[in-house]
């Protein structure tokens, strides 16, 4: 039996509650503590322990789904693996992880369900999200301090500016965050403005073990105010990339979380 409502419902009601709703919202991430740009792995835990931590989180996706290519293992086949000790992370966030008797300090997991807790949980914690919304610059003063980034609508940005005309917008932020993977858009757009002297090399050829060791190892502030966690580390310093495993991108994000507390306590 369909619920009566005390007056009529109109359908000027449901899009009047949403663009309430989305507007109280959108005045209070104008101003971040920290804005993670990328939603895969290492970008949600970022956001995740961050936002736990009382700090003021924004994360930008290009895509209409958060996740990255968390969502899926490797060649279409639904698993994933996570490498000793970063099972310990999705057991936190109550996410089965089975070891894989063969080799030790393997376990294999569901990308959907870690996905979906991490998404769950990087919320609870009291980040904010925009999605479908493009990186397109970012906000620098003439000393080359970052203050935070440019974004546009991404489907805004797909039909080009020749076409639509539209601005971007400006969202400002103390700190952040590259996540954005093998495109590390943020350490490139530093490099366009002659921020970053060094040009991004994009990651190396396969070599699982050492991309692994060598991200969670570079993790941190490449430039001032600004941090690179994931796969954008590899795209950075140019090592290895590491394919269907995902042990480092999440232990690259809570590294990332830790070193950022400490630099904004300082």
């Not at 958060?66 to 698993?79: A, E, I, V």
Request: charged share 20%.
């Amino acid at each position: 039996m369909a619920h009566k409502w005390v007056t009529p419902l109109r359908e000027r009601d449901v899009t009047r509650a949403i663009a309430h709703a989305h507007f109280r919202e959108f005045e209070q991430i104008i101003e971040n503590d920290v804005i993670v740009v990328g939603s895969g792995p290492s970008g949600l835990l970022c956001a995740r322990d961050l936002a736990a931590n009382g700090l003021r989180v924004l994360v930008i996706e290009q895509n209409l789904a958060l996740g990255g290519g968390f969502w899926s293992g490797g060649y279409l086949m639904n698993k994933a693996t996570i490498c000793d000790p970063a099972h310990k992370i999705l057991q936190e966030l109550s996410v089965p992880c089975t070891p894989v008797p063969e080799y030790e300090g393997m376990y294999i997991t569901d990308p959907p369900h870690a996905t979906a807790r991490l998404i769950s949980s990087m919320y609870d914690a009291g980040a904010r999200v925009l999605n479908l919304t493009k990186l397109v610059d970012l906000i620098l003063r003439e000393d080359g301090q970052l203050k935070g980034v440019v974004v546009n609508s991404t489907p805004v940005e797909a039909a080009g500016h020749d076409v639509l005309h539209i601005d971007p917008i400006a969202l400002e932020s103390t700190i952040v965050v590259d996540a954005t993977g093998h495109d590390a858009s943020v350490v490139n757009l530093l490099h366009q403005h002659k921020c970053y002297q060094h040009p991004v090399p994009g990651n190396g050829a396969m070599w699982v073990a050492q991309s692994e060791e060598l991200v969670v190892e570079n993790t941190g502030e490449i430039y001032p105010h600004c941090f690179v966690v994931g796969l954008a580390v590899a795209a950075v310093y140019g090592t290895p990339r590491m394919g269907p495993a995902f042990g480092s991108m999440l232990l690259s994000g809570r590294r990332g979380a830790e070193i950022i507390r400490k630099a904004l306590k300082e």
